[in-house]
């Protein structure tokens, strides 16, 4: 079965620094990647995805996410830190369903706090 | 604007009084999920439709069902909560494969 880890459950950055949220998958076949964020009583929204093609991933609110095949990772990045990303993160892993559409399986988030 | 939309945002019901959450979208996609997401987890998926194909995960109880009458309906019915039911209940929807998941605002169940 695949699956995801993010490593550290709360980063706390200074507003204007750089953001790296760490994620590690584990997978046997190539995976499908997303970076999901989670804003307080609110569902999910995609950040980004990989899936095939370039391994360096650019999604919404100046995030990206590079592809390491050969360490496993995934990790998102952000040059410069808004209050507005205070959020939780979510890396996920996706399976296709033998019913139809995908599986994801989650990390257990990653809370980012934004400091002045 | 194309969205999926959960009614009600805040749900409070008994200890096993049973409990509808609804979930609609406008994007006209096949496949439709629910997920269960408790306080300071990452979500679970319960289930999910093809279409009218219901699909369960091998672990969700049987207290959770679902139906969806139409492709922009579905709805999780939970037929006797339990305190350990309570927490957010997240609806996704997706085109077939592998495809970016739209996930609803979700509806927030408490259980007295």
């Known amino acids: 079965a695949q699956s995801v880890t993010q490593l550290g459950s709360h980063v706390s950055v200074s507003e204007g620094a750089l953001v790296l949220l760490r994620c590690n998958y584990s997978?046997?076949?190539?995976?499908?990647l997303f970076w999901y964020v989670q804003y307080p009583n609110q569902g999910l929204q995609l950040l980004l995805k990989?899936?095939?093609?370039?391994?360096l991933v650019k999604g919404i609110n100046g995030f990206e996410a590079e592809f390491k095949k050969s360490e496993t990772s995934f990790h998102l990045t952000k040059p410069s830190a808004h209050m507005s990303d205070a959020a939780e993160y979510f890396c996920?892993?996706?399976?296709?369903?033998?019913?139809?559409?995908?599986?994801?399986?989650f990390g257990t988030g990653t809370q980012l706090k934004v400091e002045l | 604007d194309a969205m999926v939309i959960q009614n009600p945002r805040y749900q409070v019901t008994q200890f096993g009084k049973p409990v509808t959450l609804s979930c609609s979208q406008t994007l006209n996609h096949n496949v439709m999920y629910w997920y269960q997401q408790k306080s300071s987890q990452a979500p679970k998926l319960l289930f999910h439709y093809y279409d009218k194909d219901f699909n369960n995960e091998a672990d969700t109880p049987d207290n959770f069902q679902s139906r969806r009458p139409n492709t922009s309906f579905c709805f999780l019915d939970i037929r006797s909560p339990g305190l350990g039911d309570a927490a957010m209940y997240l609806c996704?929807?997706?085109?077939?494969?592998?495809?970016?998941?739209?996930f609803g605002p979700g509806t927030r169940l408490t259980v007295l």
């Open positions: 996920a892993v996706s399976d296709i369903l033998t019913g139809g559409g995908n599986k994801l399986t």
């Open positions: 997978s046997s076949v190539p995976p499908y």
């Open positions: 996704a929807t997706s085109r077939p494969g592998v495809d970016e998941q739209f």
């Open positions: 990989y899936t095939t093609g370039a391994t």
